[in-house]
């Protein structure tokens, strides 16, 4: 179907009452994801996210032992974790908020995570260990996402895995959320992939004993009408997560 021609049945401004959400077992898959996701794999990227390595295991049980002893953790919606491979879409609070998002999800596949390339891991060491934990490098440029990044993002959900993204791309610092910026949606439709919305609150204000609400929402799929243009189903992907996260930091105590 050709992407800028509504089928019959369209209704006013382009919608058509017909139009139901793209079965998640048959997905589109865009140009630039096919273009990339053939490339070779950093070698800073571990490759299988289906068969984790011990340190990851190891890290993310003691996290989640700590958590759960150290602050009064709730997690709600944990059956709305849909079948991999999906993107975490998140609010930022704090650096250490993947401590109350990663141990609260299956432990395979893995949950990957990403940090500066030029910061981050800038020694031998760092690039030893980090990808062992499901970190992998990114040279973003004013907020853009390189295409060494791009193509991990999708190489990594090609195998099975799951992406964790804060898409306000800063800190929050509280309880209200940013405007998200658009590369969650793009990667989103690109891949074919649902979004996993997940909020956190109590984190701003972090101290032993806590509480801390973990709020897992229903995944929202890439599943636009094929007639719309790129941006407006990109925008239009973007708008549902950030109602689904929102939604979740508004959910009763």
Same mark, same amino acid.
């Given at each position: 179907?050709?992407?800028?021609?509504?089928? &019959?049945?369209?209704?006013?401004?382009?919608?058509?009452?017909?139009?139901?959400?793209?079965?998640?077992?048959?997905?589109?898959?865009?140009?630039?994801?096919?273009?990339?996701?053939?490339?070779?794999?950093?070698?800073?990227?571990?490759?299988?996210? &289906?068969?984790?390595?011990?340190?990851?295991?190891? =890290?993310?049980?003691?996290?989640?032992?700590? =958590?759960?002893?150290?602050?009064?953790?709730?997690?709600?919606?944990?059956?709305?974790?849909?079948?991999?491979?999906?993107?975490?879409?998140?609010?930022?609070?704090?650096?250490?908020?993947?401590?109350?998002?990663?141990?609260?999800?299956?432990?395979?596949?893995?949950?990957?995570?990403?940090? &500066?390339?030029?910061?981050?891991?800038?020694?031998?060491? &760092?690039?030893?260990?980090?990808?062992?934990?499901?970190?992998?490098?990114?040279?973003?440029?004013?907020?853009?996402?390189?295409?060494?990044?791009?193509?991990?993002?999708?190489?990594?959900?090609?195998?099975?895995?799951?992406?964790?993204?804060?898409?306000?791309?800063?800190?929050?610092?509280?309880?209200?959320?940013?405007?998200?910026?658009?590369?969650?949606?793009?990667?989103?439709?690109?891949?074919?992939?649902?979004?996993?919305?997940?909020?956190?609150?109590?984190?701003?204000?972090?101290?032993?004993?806590?509480?801390?609400?973990?709020?897992?929402?229903?995944?929202?799929?890439?599943?636009?009408?094929?007639?719309?243009?790129?941006?407006?189903? =990109?925008?239009?992907?973007?708008?549902?997560?950030?109602?689904?996260?929102?939604?979740?930091?508004?959910?009763?105590?």
């Amino acid at each position: 179907m050709r992407g800028d021609v509504p089928p &019959k049945g369209a209704g006013p401004g382009g919608a058509s009452s017909r139009h139901t959400p793209l079965p998640p077992g048959r997905p589109y898959q865009g140009p630039e994801y096919r273009a990339l996701v053939d490339a070779p794999l950093d070698p800073l990227v571990h490759p299988d996210p &289906k068969r984790p390595p011990r340190l990851y295991r190891l =890290v993310r049980r003691l996290v989640r032992w700590l =958590v759960l002893r150290l602050f009064r953790v709730t997690a709600a919606g944990i059956e709305n974790i849909p079948v991999p491979p999906f993107i975490i879409g998140a609010n930022h609070q704090a650096w250490f908020d993947p401590a109350f998002i990663i141990p609260f999800l299956p432990e395979v596949p893995m949950v990957y995570t990403m940090a &500066k390339r030029e910061t981050v891991f800038n020694r031998a060491w &760092k690039r030893r260990l980090l990808p062992l934990i499901g970190v992998f490098p990114i040279s973003p440029h004013r907020g853009e996402l390189d295409e060494a990044g791009l193509r991990t993002v999708y190489q990594i959900l090609a195998r099975g895995g799951v992406v964790l993204i804060f898409p306000e791309g800063r800190y929050s610092r509280g309880r209200g959320l940013r405007p998200l910026k658009t590369g969650i949606g793009h990667f989103a439709l690109q891949a074919g992939v649902p979004v996993c919305p997940i909020a956190v609150r109590g984190t701003d204000r972090l101290r032993p004993f806590t509480r801390i609400d973990v709020t897992i929402g229903p995944p929202v799929y890439p599943d636009p009408p094929a007639w719309w243009s790129v941006s407006r189903r =990109v925008t239009q992907m973007v708008e549902n997560v950030q109602r689904a996260i929102t939604s979740g930091l508004r959910r009763r105590r």
